[in-house]
């Protein structure tokens, strides 16, 4: 059974970081194109970065570039989002996905990543 699981959201202060991991089971992370996508309350989810099979090439929106990281470790089959000077417009659920390296992945069209988690809760407040 395929199973993406996220961790590392919670409450930090505008300005603040988080590391968000997603971790696979039943998967290898390394033979997929890996994303991660954002849900505000109300709004549809939002591609936010995404790495390519080789870790060559990485894609984030507009609005997290210079602030987000995306990285792969195959060694723990992870992915990771680094997230650093947080706003209250990034304050979201957060979720992993999976694609096939050969999808439209960088585009960020949901329906081209077959595996999700359940999210986190990420919350920028003072």
């Known amino acids: 059974q395929v199973q993406l699981v996220e961790s590392g959201g919670g409450l930090v202060q505008p300005g603040g970081s988080l590391r968000l991991s997603c971790a696979a089971s039943?998967?290898?992370?390394?033979?997929?194109?890996i994303g991660w996508f954002r849900q505000a309350p109300g709004k549809e989810h939002e591609g936010v970065s995404c790495i390519d099979l080789t870790d060559r090439e990485t894609y984030y929106t507009d609005s997290v570039k210079g602030r987000f990281t995306i990285s792969r470790d195959n060694a723990t089959n992870t992915v990771s989002l680094q997230m650093n000077s947080l706003k209250p417009e990034d304050t979201a659920v957060y979720y992993c996905?999976?694609?096939?390296?050969?999808?439209?992945?960088?585009?960020?069209?949901?329906?081209?990543?077959?595996?999700w988690g359940q999210g986190t809760q990420v919350t920028v407040s003072s």
């Open positions: 039943g998967l290898t992370l390394g033979e997929y194109a």
């Open positions: 996905a999976a694609a096939r390296p050969w999808s439209a992945y960088r585009d960020f069209y949901p329906n081209e990543y077959i595996y």
